[in-house]
């Protein structure tokens, strides 16, 4: 019986996630669609400020698990896009700015289809560089119609 109602919860909230996704992709959509009707096409990265909490948090995080701030990390950028050529275009991009893409697939939301992908590039956990980074992810999202969904790298002693 408790498997049961633990199993619910999972359901439960899977399908709250789903419904924030859902929310968050029309949202983004509809602003991007706004954007381009008034005009505002063109952006630097500057245009899109770094998540500078989440990502000094990620850092205090990474380095209390026991990673080495002044190492090299993978760090590894994520993707999703609902247009195929869209997800290319941003990644070949990427790679000429010297990101490797990596973990590129392709899933189904209710229906519908959608591609995923990371760029990933080597670098210490500076978090100057990061927001750095971090801008300019965003700004490659914007650019070619895709969600930059952050950044995760794995403990590196």
């Known amino acids: 019986m408790q498997r049961l109602s633990q199993s619910r919860r999972v359901i439960r909230r899977l399908r709250r996630r789903d419904e924030v996704n859902f ?16 005009g505002f096409v063109s952006a630097q ?3 899109f400020p770094a998540n500078v909490d989440l990502n000094r948090k990620t850092i205090e995080t990474l380095i209390d698990a026991g990673s080495d701030p002044k190492k090299d990390h993978p760090l590894e950028h994520h993707f999703y896009c609902f247009d195929y050529d869209s997800l290319n275009a941003l990644l070949a991009k990427g790679e000429s700015l ?16 959608y591609w995923y992908g990371d760029l990933i590039k080597e670098r210490s956990l500076d978090l100057k560089a990061i927001n750095e980074e971090n801008s300019l992810m965003l700004k490659l999202a914007h650019e070619f119609k895709s969600d930059y969904d952050g950044w995760g790298t794995p403990v590196v002693e």
Request: hydrophobic residues 35%; neutral net charge.
């Open 23 to 38: 929310q968050r992709i029309f949202m983004h959509k509809l602003l991007t669609s706004l954007f381009t009707l008034l």
């Open 45 to 47: 990265a500057s245009d």
């Open 98 to 113: 010297g990101y490797r893409k990596a973990n590129v697939g392709e899933g189904d939301d209710g229906g519908e289809k």
